[in-house]
């Protein structure tokens, strides 16, 4: 079984930065790819930002070249440092584990992200 636990989120000013970290533990060498998602009040759960355990990355349009997704295979953690933050990106942050055939391993409990006008 793996577990995982968030870190990071809080109250920041339009153009602001932020930090969200997530670190596995129990079964980690199940894990092949790490992944945030976000979810707005009254809206779906949306991916943001995905990468593999050979380093390959994707962002969703909205985040791109504002959002860096890095991870750590060994440690089984992922981070999302997120730049020049707009409203619109208020939202609750989960991080998510899929195993090698995509599979959905866990959720953290989510970190909440809140960006003022």
């Known amino acids: 079984q793996v577990r995982l636990v968030e870190s990071g989120g809080g109250l920041v000013q339009a153009g602001g930065s932020l930090r969200l970290s997530c670190v596995g533990s129990?079964?980690?060498?199940?894990?092949?790819?790490m992944a945030w998602y976000r979810q707005a009040p009254g809206k779906q759960r949306d991916l943001v930002a995905i990468?593999?355990?050979?380093?390959?990355?994707n962002y969703a349009d909205s985040v791109k070249g504002r959002f860096t997704i890095t991870s750590d295979n060994a440690e089984a953690t992922v981070d999302l440092q997120m730049n020049n933050l707009k409203p619109a990106d208020t939202a609750v942050y989960f991080c998510?584990?899929?195993?090698?055939?995509?599979?959905?391993?866990?959720w953290g409990q989510g970190t909440q992200v809140t960006v003022s006008s």
């Open positions: 129990g079964s980690i060498s199940q894990i092949d790819t």
């Open positions: 990468i593999t355990s050979g380093g390959i990355t």
């Open positions: 998510n584990a899929k195993s090698h055939y995509g599979v959905s391993l866990a």
